[in-house]
């Protein structure tokens, strides 16, 4: 099948085209996200791969369907930013990476928690300049502490294990809970429970209207005074104004992000030539306490391996007309 490929990076290129040799796909690599003014470039392709941050709003799918484009192939587990209404009208199917490394994902949120709890990015400096002195490095025991995890689906429940490793009291909340997760010995709790006992937070929940800001003023007054926030998962679903005022007060003591509500004018680009032009993201720069890297939890060969596998495995699915074989994201 003829696939153009957005938002293409040397690493997706390698990655893809490596794989592709058992599947035979006509893969056209273009480096431009995919916005409603970029759609054209999907012309003379059935299908096109996308990412994060490509805009798959109704005027890009309309564009796309325009183009003769037939399928949407996800090259990643979050669907947030498709129109699925707009796709199911314009008779495109939308297909996904479901799961590809939990433990990518699951491995980053405990870099980031031990990161900023032992201070190892003030550190790092400290040492290069010969500075050797300890004040204002002090970390905690993270053995024994209550650790709070919203989601426990594939990513969620692997965090978890990793925190019961550590020897964590673990709380979590899920409208769907995940029998694995019990046999751990976490405990299912309301969100309000687990908002106000838990030390650290870590966010394992898609972004969905229920999720939308599930981090917000009212939930960080309910949280333990100093705790630790981290978000592996969308950016939106934190209310970043909220946090800032929350880091401000001393309320949120540690803040680790992989993901950020603007990201998709940011991430995955080098910008270090330019001057930063949101405030909001160079406000929580600033803080020694916070640590963000630019949505890499998912950045591990491992997991690119197995995501360039299962995308071009969908799309012969798709191209063969074998349901089973693909992962179609339904509407509703
Ligand atoms: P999953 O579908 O296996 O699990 C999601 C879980 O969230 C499910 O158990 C679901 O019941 C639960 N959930 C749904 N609504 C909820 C709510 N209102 N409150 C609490 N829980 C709720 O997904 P996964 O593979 O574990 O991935 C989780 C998220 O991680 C994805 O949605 C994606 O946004 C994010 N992610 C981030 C990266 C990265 O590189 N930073 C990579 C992959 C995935």
């Known amino acids: 099948m003829k696939v153009a490929v957005f938002s293409t990076k040397p690493y997706d290129e390698q990655h893809l085209t490596q794989f592709n040799a058992q599947y035979h796909h006509e893969l056209t690599f273009l480096e431009p996200r995919l916005t409603e003014k970029t759609a054209v470039l999907a012309a003379g392709h059935e299908a096109v791969c996308c990412f994060v941050n490509d805009v798959l709003s109704a005027d890009t799918i309309k564009g796309l369907a325009a183009q003769g484009v037939r399928l949407i192939a996800m090259r990643c587990a979050g669907f947030n930013n498709v129109d699925l209404r707009a796709a199911n009208d314009a008779g495109i199917e939308v297909v996904r990476v479901p799961e590809y490394s939990p433990y990518a994902v699951a491995e980053h949120a405990m870099a980031l928690i031990l990161d900023l709890n032992r201070n190892i990015h003030r550190a790092f400096n400290r040492v290069r300049e010969h500075d050797y002195s300890l004040d204002g ?19 969620g429940a692997t965090f978890a294990r990793l925190a019961k490793g550590f020897g964590c009291r673990v709380l979590t909340y899920d409208p769907y809970p995940n029998p694995e997760v019990e046999a751990l010995g976490a405990e299912y709790v309301s969100l309000d429970t687990l908002w106000e006992a ?62 950020y509500e603007e ?21 929580l720069l600033t803080f020694p306490n916070v640590i963000i890297t630019g949505h890499q939890a998912f950045f591990t060969n491992e997991a690119l391996d197995a995501i360039a596998t299962v995308t071009l495995n969908n799309i012969t699915a798709f191209e063969q007309g074998n349901p089973e074989g693909r992962f179609t994201v339904t509407l509703g």
């Open 263 to 283: 990201e998709a004018d940011l991430f995955f680009e080098d910008y270090s030539n330019r001057v930063l032009q949101d405030d909001v993201f160079a406000r």
């Open 137 to 155: 490095l002090m970390g905690f025991d993270v053995h024994g502490k209550t650790i709070g995890v919203v989601g426990t689906g594939k990513i």
């Open 198 to 259: 838990s030390d650290i937070v870590s966010l394992h929940c898609p972004l969905t209207e229920a999720t939308h800001h599930i981090v917000n003023a009212e939930s960080i007054a309910k949280m333990k005074r100093g705790v630790m926030l981290i978000n592996t998962s969308r950016g939106a679903l934190v209310d970043t104004r909220a946090v800032i005022d929350g880091l401000k007060s001393g309320e949120i003591g540690y803040l680790g992000l992989d993901v």
